[in-house]
């Protein structure tokens, strides 16, 4: 079994002894675009992202859906109640367009058909999304930026060691690489995740802190101006007004109906956990 996906299983093992229903599971961040790094200096964590079904006792209650972050002996995996899940889905938030892209995945087999019913609409959902898309894409990179020399308490040691984060700076052209790649070149979007290898050596360089303070605060600034520009072609391209988004109803109607047959079983007495 790949080793990623091992850690998945485990993780939802962990995760279901502590009474949750774990419907899908998946890796994000750097192993989805071949940007992890093992090495003495630097050791990517395995990050993952868990979604969970809530009981019928959490809708009676009225319960705040769960959405919070845990750390587990590998990363951090974000654990979110479907609902929130599906919200910020169809917000085109790219941390959460990737889960519906990664190739380290699972679906537990009671919720297989719905999830199924979601990686065939995921390119339609996705173009719909489009100008969303560009606009959280950009807004990303911007959040990026502003962490890029800022102390934070989880990257003050590279700021006090560089100056910069360079995770910040490589995670700024990575979406700058992405957005062109579907926007300008219309490159599929399961393509467009992995960076080609021409751009892997410098991303390399940047996410381990190679190019000088000066020299990095230099290219960010470049990328965030083009980006910038290039956001707003595209938006102008763009006529919301006229987009079907009925799209958004199918997601949200397959996410209700996870909800709703894990329900039906509860309520039979069916132990499906």
């Known amino acids: 079994m790949n080793t990623l996906t091992s850690k998945l299983k485990k993780q939802k ?48 209650k009225n319960s705040k859906p769960v959405s919070t972050t845990i750390e587990t002996k590998w990363g951090q995996c974000d654990l979110k109640d479907i609902r929130s899940y599906f919200q910020t889905l169809l917000k085109a938030n790219p941390a959460y367009i990737e889960t519906l892209y990664t190739d380290y995945y699972i679906v537990d087999d009671k919720f297989t058909n719905e999830f199924n019913n979601i990686f065939k609409l995921r390119d339609k959902l996705v173009e719909t999304l489009s100008a969303q898309f560009i606009r959280s894409m ?14 934070y308490p989880t990257i ?19 979406l700058w690489y992405m957005m062109q790649d ?13 960076p080609v290898s021409s751009q892997i050596s410098m991303l390399m360089n940047l996410k381990l802190n190679k190019p000088t303070l000066e020299t990095a605060i230099e290219m960010v600034k470049e990328t965030m101006k ?48």
């Open 182 to 194: 579907y926007f300008r070149y219309e490159i599929p979007l399961t393509q467009c995740m992995f």
């Open 156 to 174: 003050a040691h590279k700021i006090e060691k560089f100056g910069y984060d360079g995770k910040q700076a490589h995670h700024i052209f990575r």
């Open 13 to 60: 093992q962990i995760l279901e002894l502590q009474g949750y229903t774990v419907a899908y599971i998946c890796i994000y961040g750097s192993q989805n675009y071949g940007l992890d790094v093992y090495t003495d200096e630097y050791q990517s964590d395995v990050d993952m992202k868990a979604i969970i079904v809530p009981t019928l006792d959490d809708l009676i």
């Open 138 to 151: 950009y807004g990303m990179m911007c959040e990026k930026e502003k962490a890029l020399c800022h102390p």
């Open 226 to 273: 083009e980006a910038r520009q290039f956001k707003d072609i595209v938006l102008s391209e763009i006529d919301e007004s006229k987009i079907d988004y009925s799209i958004k109803d199918k997601f949200l109607g397959l996410s209700q109906e996870i909800i709703k047959n894990k329900i039906i079983k509860e309520c039979r007495g069916v132990n499906i956990d």
